[in-house]
């Protein structure tokens, strides 16, 4: 074979295309209707945007970001997460003053360097919700009920959402030291890893997939026994408001997000359907973030969704492919001009049609419309036309019809735009 893509990079493929736009029209549809707004960020950032706002000590930042050097000498970074890069744009283009909330989402590709494997890849696609400006525990409530809403939509089911709080700035630090501690008489167990995490983050032990890892942290101290009062509160809260919005939830404390930014309230959902790469959904508070990057002090919450693993997950017997209406068929020599003419005609009314570019065989023709699945078969037979007619087939029960070709485009357009 000749030149082939990267390890990790994939195409989506023409058959595949249908789902991943029925998921990003969906998205559009279901965040717009909870007032969010589409925003687009540049697929290059500064390198100290991720440093800085995800946090030197997260795997992102340690391990999997594609980092170069320009030919200008600066370092930019493909942007492996969209929250930082919107958070960026709010500040840059002073958002705030137009309006202190901001509801914005984005869809697009991400870049891990991560190793290749089923549900993870280097470059991967996220749909990205974040509202800035609102430090209420009931937006923490509505962004999770709009993601619910949204995954039930595009029909995915056996979901479990859970939930944390990693408390804030303040009570936070008291946990780490509670956790590194009880961790430390435990360290021999730990690996490489790990035993380094112990010092820069002992949080993310919990991410650890080695066993003797997660038997060490089994039984250790829970973030949310050590959170601060304003913190429970907060967390009661959103406890509250979703129980009225009708939300199911389970609590897990154990579930502690790979980025430094988050505060306060931490989600997943988890698909039951998915094996070890499980979590369809990830987000959270994250109420420092703004103060890492730029001087405003701005409250955020937001999530992001890994397409893949949500495609992989879409109900098997949904029709997504775009079937083709119409194929014209010509039993003539060489191509049809006929067929050339009246196809354009059905491509501007919106009818997708195809017809024979070599002079198949009439034969050979019916062969491919079957193969395109197209719905109808629009047979243009020399005898027919003599009459101002033509053949109509219907594919789906194989009955015929002959249809006078002065209307054939109300005709179809009948037929076919009509259901
Ligand atoms: P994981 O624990 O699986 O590494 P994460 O915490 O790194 O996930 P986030 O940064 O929260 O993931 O990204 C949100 C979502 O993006 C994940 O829930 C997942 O569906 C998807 N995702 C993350 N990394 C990848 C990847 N390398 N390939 C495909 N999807 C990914
Ligand atoms: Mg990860």
Redesign the pocket.
């Known amino acids: 074979m000749g030149i082939t893509a990267i390890r990790g990079f994939n195409d989506i493929l023409p058959s595949e295309i249908g789902k991943w736009q029925f998921v990003e029209k969906t998205a559009r549809e279901v965040f717009e209707g909870f007032g969010f707004s589409e925003i687009r960020i540049p697929i290059l950032e500064r390198t100290e945007l991720f440093a800085r706002g995800i946090g030197e000590a997260t795997?992102?930042v340690e391990k999997e970001m594609y980092t170069f050097i320009d030919k200008g000498g600066s370092s930019l970074t493909l942007r492996?997460?969209a929250t930082a890069s919107m958070a960026r744009a709010y500040l840059e283009h002073q958002l705030y003053t137009f309006d202190p909330v901001a509801k914005l989402y984005c869809i697009g590709p991400?870049f891990?360097y991560?190793r290749p494997q089923k549900?993870?890849?280097?470059q991967?696609y996220?749909i990205d919700a974040e509202v800035f400006g609102v430090g209420n525990p009931v937006v923490d409530a509505e962004v999770i009920l709009m993601l619910i809403h949204f995954l039930g939509k595009v029909g995915l089911e056996k979901l479990e959402l859970q939930i944390n709080s990693l408390g804030c700035r303040d009570c936070r630090p008291r946990y780490r030291e509670g956790l590194k501690n009880y961790l430390t008489k435990k360290s021999f167990q730990l690996c490489e890893d790990c035993q380094r995490r112990l010092q820069t983050n002992p949080l993310r032990i919990f991410?650890c997939k080695v066993q003797t890892c997660q038997e060490a942290i089994a039984d250790a101290p829970r973030v949310t026994d050590f959170i601060c009062a304003e913190c429970q509160s907060h967390f009661g809260k959103v406890k509250e408001y979703l129980s009225v919005a009708g939300l199911n939830y389970v609590l897990n404390p154990k579930m502690v997000?790979?980025?430094d930014y988050y505060t306060r309230t931490a989600f997943?959902v988890v698909s039951y359907d998915l094996g070890a790469?499980n979590?369809?959904?990830?987000?959270g508070r994250y109420d420092n973030l703004f103060q890492e990057i730029g001087e405003l002090d701005v409250p955020g919450i937001g999530?992001?969704?890994?397409?893949?693993?949500?495609i992989s997950l879409l109900p098997k017997d949904k029709k997504l492919e775009q079937q083709l209406h119409l194929f014209i068929a010509t039993p003539g020599k060489g191509m049809d001009e006929k067929a050339y003419r009246l196809a354009n005609q059905f491509h501007l009314e919106g009818i997708r049609a195809e017809f024979d570019y070599e002079g198949k065989s009439l034969k050979s023709q019916m062969r491919r419309a079957d193969k395109l699945k197209a719905r109808y078969v629009l047979i243009l037979g020399e005898e027919e036309l003599k009459k101002g007619r033509a053949v109509l087939r219907n594919m789906w029960n194989q009955s015929q019809e002959e249809i006078p070709i002065d209307n054939l485009i109300d005709v179809l357009k009948r037929k076919i735009l009509n259901n």
């Not at 979590?279 to 987000?283: E, L, M, N, P, Q």
Request: charged letters at 35%.
């Open positions: 795997d992102i492996p997460e991400m891990r991560e549900g993870r890849y280097r991967f996220q991410d997000r790979g980025l997943e790469q979590a369809v959904t990830g987000g999530f992001a969704i890994g397409m893949e693993r949500l």
